[in-house]
């Protein structure tokens, strides 16, 4: 598979626009999940969400797009460019159509998050949205709507993600070499995987990822562990088709893109919504990484694996190398109920105690600010709130920051220091 151009780590100078900035993303030590499972071996996450669209599937959309220029199948000024999708896929490729000027359509089951509709559509794209539990292989699936809309749409072409080779071929050509270079310019004992876990949905990470790692390693001796994480709801690694919320990963059918079986890879282990989502959680909270969903999954899949009598010879190996593929960021689903339920840790409870102490009122109860404001019968506007920190309402409104006194000063036709010493607050320190 070689002819490709020397891969490039790291930014040197000016980029030419967001595409030069997909990919090319640290590889992060795991230290305290690590330490808190009792594992000698070192933990290592490969953090797509600081890619340039925010996902692993950046790399796919913009390699698919340049390769159909090149083919000549996708023509500026003319193509449409339609596909089916979780989300990701689809924001790379709205990426790529915003920069380089192609209408795009995106077909996407109903489960997917609001957070990503918002993003393809400030990109540009037309969302299609389809019924979460059609059959893939229906027509009102988001495959199937995406094939009637490019039978029917002059210049619609689909890039088709689940068949196009481009989609491991990114993962061969930009993944592997990163984490390879990262790790052979790292202080770390060895520079090799011992262990690679990511979770499959087309199966174009884990396949392309895999190829490489066994062309590496080909004459070395050294032979490195590919575990793929698989939802329980999905058939790629076993079992009957149904719900799961956890987005990205898993199907009701074998991609062609994916390579299941050894010598790629060589174990699927199923994972619960519950427990992807609690681990993502931990990700955030310990090792401050905004990640998404589907790293919880995979991060539970490697610890699974790993206390697992398989997995013991590398979990208590000093010099292993574990790889576990984070694809996307919590910014793709801060408005998901599981995610909106924080834990609060019994820490957290007492700070929040003493702060009640220190401002005299419940920390969620709006502040002095809002309460003259709404004393003087102003009605404050979506978006105007709480420049002083004052919180939310107990309805639960949400108020933006910065804009309340600014606000109501115009509304009551003085300055803003006039307003601040109206409300007894003077203007000190205040933020308008
Ligand atoms: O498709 P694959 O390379 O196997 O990546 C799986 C995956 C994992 N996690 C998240 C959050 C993802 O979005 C994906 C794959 N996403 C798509 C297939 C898509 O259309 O966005």
């Not at 004459?219 to 058939?235: E, M, N």
């Amino acid at each position: 598979m070689g002819g490709e151009p020397t891969q490039q780590h790291h930014w040197n100078g000016v980029l030419d626009s967001a595409l030069d900035a997909v990919g090319n993303t640290p590889l992060i030590r795991l230290s305290k999940i690590a330490k808190e499972e009792g594992l000698a071996c070192t933990l290592l996450g490969k953090c797509e969400f600081m890619s340039a669209g925010g996902s692993v599937k950046d790399r796919i959309a913009k390699r698919m797009v340049l390769d159909a220029e090149k083919r000549g199948v996708l023509i500026p000024g003319q193509s449409v460019v339609i596909e089916p999708t979780s989300g990701n896929t689809g924001i790379g490729l709205a990426l790529a159509c915003a920069i380089k000027g192609y209408q795009c359509i995106i077909t996407l089951p109903a489960k997917m998050s609001l957070e990503k509709e918002v993003m393809l559509k400030a990109l540009g794209a037309v969302i299609v949205r389809t019924p979460t539990e059609a059959a893939w292989d229906s027509p009102e699936s988001h495959i199937g709507v995406a094939r009637s809309l490019e039978k029917s749409i002059p210049h619609g072409i689909i890039l088709d993600q689940y068949a196009n080779p481009q989609n491991p071929l990114a993962h061969y050509h930009t993944t592997y070499p990163e984490i390879m270079h990262a790790l052979a310019t790292s202080d770390l004992p060895s520079k090799h995987i011992s262990l690679l876990v990511a979770g499959a949905g087309t199966g174009g990470t884990i396949t392309g990822i895999a190829r490489g790692i066994r062309d590496g390693e080909a004459g070395t001796g050294k032979r490195a562990t590919v575990v793929a994480v698989d939802p329980v709801g999905s058939i790629l690694g076993g079992g009957e088709p149904g719900n799961y919320e956890v987005e990205g990963i898993g199907y009701d059918f074998f991609p062609e893109v994916l390579d299941p079986r050894p010598p790629l890879i060589d174990e699927w282990v199923k994972t619960e919504d519950k427990e992807s989502f609690a681990a993502t959680k931990r990700l955030i909270r310990t090792e401050g990484l905004f990640v998404g969903g589907s790293c919880g999954s995979a991060l539970s899949g490697a610890l699974r694996y790993l206390h697992s009598p398989a997995g013991q010879h590398i979990a208590s190996d000093p010099t292993a190398n574990v790889v576990i593929i984070l694809p996307d960021g919590v910014r793709n689903y801060m408005s998901k109920p599981w995610f909106l339920d924080q834990m609060e840790d019994e820490a957290m409870v007492e700070l929040k105690q003493q702060i009640k102490g220190v401002i005299g009122r419940e920390l969620s109860e709006p502040g002095v600010i809002v309460q003259k404001a709404e004393e003087e019968g102003v009605t404050l506007q979506d978006g105007e709130g709480v420049g002083l920190g004052m919180g939310r309402r107990e309805s639960g409104e949400s108020r933006g920051s910065g804009t309340l006194v600014g606000s109501y000063a115009d509304e009551k036709g003085g300055s803003i220091s006039e307003v601040m010493d109206k409300l007894g607050l003077g203007t000190k320190g205040a933020a308008t």
